[in-house]
């Protein structure tokens, strides 16, 4: 009974200061004020949701890039490649905010940028394309040893410490896509550094992908065969640039990006995006090397 009349007593002193309390109009600031405060640390706390995007001055990575902005999954896009100027034009046409970020990935510390960057901002990754990459017809008589270096480390070096960079800021969610080829599929004699560094990708690719099983990362290896964009050009300008004569057949650089998203999106390891990368990649499996090479030795002449 004593302790009923003591809880009766005390739960009439507390409502008798929250009526005071809240007469004088303290509550109500009180409360609006915490809730406002818990939603500003919310709005303060919750990261960006980025897509970064390399080589995203010309071809497939400007193609990524535009495919990014239309699809209004992000609030930033990270753009990267050498040519600033390229990049500005981009950031203009899009809707999305477009960080253009000029980097030459072909230099020791433009990674270390990279990540002090992420470091920095701590967005979510929600997207990685790494497209930046260049071929050079030619044997190995005609590429000089500059050449043959620069595309070991932008095809492959860059790559792989981009990736590194970018993976402990990817969630449940996030998709990458590394751009290989076709020509990852077989060697070829007079494009034999390229196809080198396109397998390296292929392979890495793969087994990354087999690393991050569970946590819900989609990771593809993105496999064309010929694309319509500035690749031929800057391929032809060595020693020996009709080393294959007609690259052919072709495809343009919209159906690669619609395709292997696609890919990508269903969680499928590779991306050939047409009839002819495919065949390609069952031709892989199944003739042995030297055939195959007898066989590309003869077409890159015709």
Do not use: H
């Amino acid at each position: 009974m004593l302790v009923y009349v003591w809880f009766s007593q005390v739960e009439g002193s507390l409502r008798l200061q929250w009526s005071a309390f809240f007469k004088k109009g303290n509550g109500l600031v009180m409360c609006a004020g915490f809730a406002l405060s818990f939603l500003g640390r919310r709005a303060t706390i919750a990261p960006m949701n980025i897509a970064i995007i390399t080589g995203a001055s010309s071809g497939l990575g400007r193609e990524y890039a535009r495919a990014a902005d239309e699809s209004g999954r992000y609030d930033e896009l990270w753009v990267i490649a050498r040519r600033a100027e390229r990049l500005e034009e981009l950031a203009n046409a899009c809707a999305t905010p477009v960080r253009a970020i000029s980097l030459d990935l072909a230099q020791a510390n433009a990674i270390e940028e990279l990540s002090a960057l992420l470091q920095r901002e701590k967005p979510t990754v929600g997207l990685l394309v790494n497209a930046a990459g260049f071929g050079k017809f030619g044997t190995y008589a005609d590429l000089t040893a500059a050449e043959v270096s620069s595309m070991i480390t932008v095809n492959c070096n860059a790559l792989v410490c981009l990736t590194q960079a970018v993976l402990p800021f990817m969630t449940r969610g996030s998709r990458i896509l590394q751009i290989a080829s076709s020509a990852a599929f077989q060697p070829l004699p007079g494009l034999d550094v390229y196809a080198a560094t396109k397998a390296f990708v292929l392979s890495y690719t793969r087994a990354l992908r087999f690393e991050l099983r569970g946590r819900g990362i989609y990771v593809t290896a993105v496999c064309p065969i010929w694309v319509r964009t500035e690749f031929i050009d800057v391929a032809r300008q060595t020693a020996n640039g009709t080393t294959v004569k007609n690259p052919a057949p072709s495809i343009s650089p919209e159906r690669v990006v619609r395709w292997s998203l696609f890919v990508n999106r269903v969680n499928y390891p590779v991306a050939t995006c047409c009839v002819s990368g495919v065949i390609m990649r069952i031709a892989g499996k199944i003739l042995p090397a030297p055939l195959e090479m007898w066989a590309w030795e003869g077409l890159r002449r015709l």
